[in-house]
């Protein structure tokens, strides 16, 4: 049983460019969360896709923008980088509604560098 | 605004020892409280939680213990070993809204042979 995955591992672009990011949950999972985690910093919340709307938002601005897939895979889109956007970002895997649907489970993440 | 704090960035423990990670937290609307263990290269991974109704959740050899009215809580790893290094980050959720996790910025641990 494959857990969740991401693609690609490592991802170096220039300021102004625009990057796609990718992610596959955990079989049976429906929930995709994605994080930003800058160096020395805790994982920062994203967004979050169910039934392929965002449902939840973080604090980040509307350069960030997702998609979730009817195989409930999803995408991470950031328009514009800048490079305060170098970070790992991980996507987490949940299954709504289920008895602890708390515990998320995370991919290794993809480091973008913004050069 | 960092709703959780983890104010030790680095912990060295000997091999053996009792091995005692806190955390804190500000948002009095959390009710269920996560320890993941990240290791290089790889995602945060799903280690204990405890539920806001109880004060202390055991597995094996991790125990965490929460302390509401304190807003506080710590992870108690006994006996520790050198597989434990790692950098654990304390998470919150509040269960009534939705799934998002609000994270402390880590603690490396190192656990000395």
């Known amino acids: 049983d494959a857990g969740v995955t991401q693609s690609p591992t490592h991802l170096i672009k220039t300021r102004g460019q625009q990057v796609t990011l990718r992610c596959s949950p955990k079989?049976?999972?429906?929930?995709v969360s994605w994080y930003q985690q800058a160096l020395g910093q805790g994982p920062q919340f994203i967004f979050q896709?169910?039934?392929?709307?965002?449902?939840q938002r973080g604090n980040f601005p509307d350069r960030f923008s997702g998609h979730q897939f009817p195989n409930y895979s999803s995408e991470l889109n950031v328009n514009a980088l800048l490079l305060g956007d170098s970070a790992l970002y991980l996507c987490?895997?949940?299954?709504?509604?289920?008895?602890?649907?708390?515990?998320?489970?995370f991919g290794p993440g993809t480091r973008l560098t913004v050069l | 605004d960092q709703q959780v704090k983890q104010n030790s960035p680095s912990l060295s423990v000997q091999e053996g020892r009792i091995s005692i990670l806190n955390c804190d937290y500000t948002?009095?609307?959390?009710?269920?409280f996560l320890w993941y263990k990240k290791y290089p290269a790889e995602g945060p991974t799903f280690l204990i939680s405890i539920s806001s109704i109880k004060d202390k959740n055991e597995d094996g050899r991790f125990t965490v213990f929460l302390n509401k009215s304190a807003k506080h809580l710590s992870l108690h790893i006994v006996p520790s070993q050198p597989g434990d290094s790692a950098v654990y980050f304390c998470a919150a959720i509040r269960v009534s809204g939705a799934n998002n996790l609000f994270f402390g910025t880590g603690t490396r641990l190192t656990v000395i042979p």
């Open positions: 987490a895997s949940s299954l709504e509604g289920a008895a602890i649907s708390n515990e998320q489970f």
């Open positions: 896709y169910y039934e392929e709307e965002e449902r």
């Open positions: 948002n009095s609307m959390f009710d269920y």
């Open positions: 079989s049976g999972h429906d929930t």
